[in-house]
C-alpha cells in the first residue's frame, strides 16, 4: 500500500495549511490512518487518526483546536486541516496507515502513541511543514 503526501511548505506563524495522504490501496474495510510528526532533534509524534468509517478520532494534546483530520473513502483520502500554526509545528509529517487493524474502539488512538506505532504497516515518504 502507497502513501503519498502532498501539501507541505512554508507558512506564517498564525497560518494554515492543508495536508493531503491519498492511499489508493487502503481498501480494507477497517481502517485507522493518520500523520505522525517528526521534528529537527525530536521523537517521532503522533498527531491525529482516524478510524474505520471516521467515526472516531484522535489528536495529540498541542494541536487539539488547531488540527482536524477528515477521511473521503470514496477518495481513499485523508487530509489534514492546521490551524493557528505555531513554529513548534515544524516538522515532516507522515502518513501512516494501520492494515486491517482490529474493531477494538480505542486501538486506533493507541497506536498514534509514542510507544506503540510499532503497529504501523505502512508509511509515506514525508511531507515538510516549516512555521516560522
Known amino acids: 500500500v502507497q502513501l503519498v503526501e502532498s501539501g507541505g511548505t512554508s507558512v506564517q506563524t498564525g497560518g494554515s495549511l492543508r495536508l493531503s495522504c491519498v492511499a489508493p490501496?487502503?481498501?480494507?474495510?477497517?481502517?485507522?490512518i493518520g500523520w505522525f510528526r517528526r521534528a529537527p532533534g525530536k521523537e517521532r509524534e503522533g498527531v491525529a487518526a482516524?478510524?474505520?468509517?471516521?467515526?472516531?478520532?484522535y489528536y495529540t494534546d498541542s494541536v487539539k483546536g488547531r488540527f482536524t483530520i477528515s477521511q473521503d473513502t470514496d477518495k481513499n483520502t485523508v487530509t489534514l486541516e492546521m490551524h493557528n500554526l505555531q513554529p513548534e509545528d515544524t516538522a515532516v509529517y507522515y502518513c501512516?496507515?494501520?492494515?486491517?487493524?482490529?474493531?477494538?474502539?480505542?486501538?486506533?488512538?493507541?497506536?498514534?502513541?509514542?510507544?506503540?506505532?510499532?503497529?504501523?504497516?505502512?508509511w509515506g515518504q514525508g511531507t515538510q511543514v516549516t512555521v516560522s
Open positions: 501512516a496507515a494501520v492494515n486491517d487493524p482490529p474493531p477494538i474502539s480505542s486501538f486506533c488512538s493507541e497506536t498514534y502513541s509514542p510507544t506503540l506505532s510499532h503497529r504501523i504497516n505502512y
Open positions: 482516524i478510524s474505520t468509517g471516521g467515526s472516531k478520532t
Open positions: 490501496g487502503y481498501t480494507t474495510s477497517s481502517k485507522c
